[in-house]
Protein backbone atom coordinates (compact mmCIF):
# COMPACT_ATOMS: atom_id res chain seq x y z
CA UNK A 1 0.00 0.00 0.00
CA UNK A 2 1.26 3.71 -1.24
CA UNK A 3 0.67 6.52 0.87
CA UNK A 4 1.27 9.88 0.10
CA UNK A 5 0.50 13.92 1.59
CA UNK A 6 1.03 16.84 -0.89
CA UNK A 7 0.83 20.43 0.19
CA UNK A 8 -0.12 22.29 -2.47
CA UNK A 9 -0.25 25.87 -3.00
CA UNK A 10 -4.01 27.42 -4.80
CA UNK A 11 -3.36 29.85 -7.46
CA UNK A 12 -4.14 33.19 -6.43
CA UNK A 13 -7.99 34.18 -6.93
CA UNK A 14 -8.91 30.00 -7.76
CA UNK A 15 -9.76 28.72 -4.06
CA UNK A 16 -13.54 29.21 -4.89
CA UNK A 17 -12.71 27.47 -8.49
CA UNK A 18 -11.85 24.38 -6.45
CA UNK A 19 -14.29 24.68 -3.64
CA UNK A 20 -17.16 24.74 -5.83
CA UNK A 21 -15.21 21.46 -8.08
CA UNK A 22 -14.83 19.71 -4.76
CA UNK A 23 -19.02 20.45 -3.90
CA UNK A 24 -19.43 19.17 -7.53
CA UNK A 25 -17.56 16.15 -6.90
CA UNK A 26 -19.65 14.95 -3.46
CA UNK A 27 -22.86 15.24 -5.75
CA UNK A 28 -21.42 12.88 -8.07
CA UNK A 29 -20.02 10.02 -5.00
CA UNK A 30 -21.00 7.19 -7.60
CA UNK A 31 -18.68 8.19 -10.07
CA UNK A 32 -16.15 9.37 -8.04
CA UNK A 33 -15.93 6.01 -5.78
CA UNK A 34 -15.79 3.85 -9.79
CA UNK A 35 -12.86 6.19 -11.00
CA UNK A 36 -11.29 5.86 -7.52
CA UNK A 37 -11.79 2.17 -7.83
CA UNK A 38 -9.94 1.89 -11.07
CA UNK A 39 -7.18 4.04 -10.24
CA UNK A 40 -6.69 1.59 -7.34
CA UNK A 41 -6.91 4.51 -4.88
CA UNK A 42 -8.29 3.44 -1.60
CA UNK A 43 -8.18 6.61 -0.24
CA UNK A 44 -8.67 10.20 -1.61
CA UNK A 45 -8.50 13.14 1.07
CA UNK A 46 -8.38 17.32 0.48
CA UNK A 47 -8.25 19.65 3.35
CA UNK A 48 -7.94 23.29 2.59
CA UNK A 49 -5.63 25.47 5.24
CA UNK A 50 -5.77 28.97 4.41
CA UNK A 51 -2.52 30.86 5.40
CA UNK A 52 -1.36 34.42 5.57
CA UNK A 53 0.35 33.77 2.20
CA UNK A 54 -2.24 31.67 0.36
CA UNK A 55 -4.04 29.00 0.35
CA UNK A 56 -3.11 25.59 0.08
CA UNK A 57 -4.49 22.25 -0.17
CA UNK A 58 -3.48 19.00 2.14
CA UNK A 59 -4.45 15.94 -0.45
CA UNK A 60 -3.72 12.74 0.97
CA UNK A 61 -4.14 9.87 -0.64
CA UNK A 62 -3.94 5.85 -0.44
CA UNK A 63 -3.17 3.11 -3.17
CA UNK A 64 -2.62 0.00 -3.98
CA UNK A 65 0.20 1.67 -5.90
CA UNK A 66 0.29 5.47 -6.46
CA UNK A 67 2.52 4.45 -9.71
CA UNK A 68 -0.09 2.78 -11.19
CA UNK A 69 -2.92 5.21 -9.82
CA UNK A 70 -1.41 7.95 -11.49
CA UNK A 71 -0.53 6.33 -14.74
CA UNK A 72 -4.27 5.17 -15.46
CA UNK A 73 -5.50 8.91 -14.80
CA UNK A 74 -2.83 10.14 -17.20
CA UNK A 75 -4.65 7.69 -19.80
CA UNK A 76 -8.17 7.61 -18.40
CA UNK A 77 -11.08 8.92 -20.72
CA UNK A 78 -13.71 8.85 -17.70
CA UNK A 79 -15.08 12.41 -17.21
CA UNK A 80 -13.79 12.55 -14.06
CA UNK A 81 -10.55 11.99 -14.14
CA UNK A 82 -10.56 14.30 -17.30
CA UNK A 83 -12.12 17.05 -15.55
CA UNK A 84 -9.57 16.45 -12.14
CA UNK A 85 -6.39 16.95 -14.33
CA UNK A 86 -7.88 20.17 -15.94
CA UNK A 87 -8.93 21.53 -12.24
CA UNK A 88 -5.45 20.44 -11.27
CA UNK A 89 -4.20 22.44 -14.20
CA UNK A 90 -6.18 25.45 -13.86
CA UNK A 91 -5.96 25.79 -9.76
CA UNK A 92 -2.86 24.37 -8.44
CA UNK A 93 0.43 26.07 -8.30
CA UNK A 94 2.89 23.39 -8.66
CA UNK A 95 5.77 25.21 -8.26
CA UNK A 96 4.73 25.60 -4.47
CA UNK A 97 3.95 22.51 -3.88
CA UNK A 98 5.48 19.69 -1.80
CA UNK A 99 5.43 16.62 -0.92
CA UNK A 100 5.07 16.22 3.09
CA UNK A 101 6.57 13.58 5.12
CA UNK A 102 4.45 10.68 6.63
CA UNK A 103 5.48 9.76 9.67
CA UNK A 104 2.81 7.71 11.09
CA UNK A 105 -0.10 6.08 9.15
CA UNK A 106 -2.68 2.93 9.90
CA UNK A 107 -5.87 2.12 9.31
CA UNK A 108 -8.10 -0.38 11.62
CA UNK A 109 -9.25 -2.43 8.42
CA UNK A 110 -5.51 -2.93 6.94
CA UNK A 111 -4.02 -4.11 10.04
CA UNK A 112 -6.19 -6.95 11.31
CA UNK A 113 -4.12 -9.97 10.29
CA UNK A 114 -6.80 -12.84 9.19
Known amino acids: MDVQCLKVKLKEGQTDTFIKYTENLKKNMNQVVKALSKETMMVES ?24 NEYMMQSTDPVDIEGLEIIQKTWDMTASKVLEVLFDVDRIGSVKA
Open 46 to 69: IFLDRAADGDYLIFYTRAESLQKA
